[in-house]
């Protein structure tokens, strides 16, 4: 696959908030839409209330309370979100938000949200990333998370993240996403120095920096 990499900066997220706010809204309720529908069709024999665990082969339906589950971020433990989409709108709001503070695009943080969890603030990968931007406990610890699970810290937290590495490689978009998903020690022990070197990432990483940038 292509993966029709862009550099160059990504920050200013002040210029697209409001343009973007509609289409980020509407991909996330479409996705809920797809989400009820598939939960609709899921037996509910044998599954775990309690395991919240990121299950990507069954879309992440893995709690009997979620019958919106990953499309627009889910829902509470005990909460189920109405069509109305209450977290979805918690998303946006926590997206504008974290966008105008620290000048990243909200695009950018909506497709990373996208990609890393689907829209699903109780996501845990088998790696131990948590919540829609996927935190790792290192990075929960650096940021002073109290509960990555909580839309509106995890967000806070993943676009510090990202806009830290934006930093660090001079606002070369790609070479901070490739350090978001697969580490500023393991790019830089393969000596991926820009973005010439992206032949020495693994799949997972060149199918996340496609993904990215066919949504952004």
């Given at each position: 696959?292509?993966?029709?990499?862009?550099?160059?900066?990504?920050?200013g997220?002040?210029?697209?908030?409001?343009s973007?706010?509609?289409?980020?809204?509407?991909?996330?309720?479409a996705?809920?839409?797809?989400?009820?529908?598939?939960?609709?069709?899921?037996?509910?024999?044998?599954?775990?209330?309690?395991?919240?665990?990121?299950?990507?082969?069954?879309?992440?339906?893995?709690?009997?309370?979620?019958?919106?589950?990953?499309?627009?971020?889910?829902?509470?433990?005990?909460t189920?979100?109405?069509?109305?989409?209450?977290?979805?709108?918690?998303?946006?709001?926590?997206?504008?938000d974290?966008?105008?503070?620290?000048?990243?695009?909200?695009?950018?943080?909506?497709?990373?949200?996208?990609?890393?969890?689907?829209?699903?603030?109780?996501?845990?990968?088998?790696?131990?990333?948590?919540?829609?931007?996927?935190?790792?406990?290192?990075n929960?610890?650096?940021?002073?998370?109290?509960d990555?699970?909580?839309?509106?810290q995890?967000?806070?937290?993943?676009?510090?993240?990202?806009?830290?590495?934006?930093?660090?490689?001079?606002y070369?978009?790609?070479?901070?996403?490739?350090?978001?998903n697969?580490?500023?020690g393991?790019?830089?022990?393969r000596?991926?120095?820009?973005?010439s070197?992206?032949?020495?990432?693994?799949?997972?990483?060149?199918?996340?920096?496609?993904?990215?940038?066919n949504?952004?």
């Amino acid at each position: 696959m292509s993966l029709g990499l862009m550099s160059g900066s990504f920050g200013g997220g002040s210029d697209s908030n409001t343009s973007s706010s509609t289409s980020g809204f509407s991909l996330i309720m479409a996705s809920l839409l797809k989400a009820m529908g598939e939960k609709e069709r899921q037996t509910q024999q044998g599954i775990d209330q309690n395991n919240r665990a990121y299950n990507s082969t069954s879309n992440g339906i893995n709690d009997i309370s979620n019958v919106i589950v990953r499309a627009i971020g889910g829902v509470t433990p005990s909460t189920v979100v109405s069509a109305t989409g209450t977290d979805s709108e918690r998303i946006e709001k926590a997206i504008a938000d974290a966008s105008t503070k620290y000048g990243v695009n909200a695009n950018l943080i909506r497709a990373i949200i996208k990609t890393e969890s689907n829209f699903n603030p109780n996501a845990v990968s088998p790696a131990g990333a948590k919540g829609l931007m996927q935190l790792m406990p290192c990075n929960i610890e650096h940021y002073g998370v109290n509960d990555p699970f909580n839309i509106e810290q995890n967000i806070d937290a993943g676009t510090r993240h990202i806009k830290d590495y934006l930093k660090t490689y001079n606002y070369d978009l790609n070479m901070a996403l490739a350090a978001y998903n697969f580490g500023p020690g393991n790019m830089a022990s393969r000596g991926i120095s820009n973005s010439s070197d992206f032949y020495k990432l693994p799949s997972e990483t060149k199918n996340y920096l496609a993904k990215i940038n066919n949504l952004i």
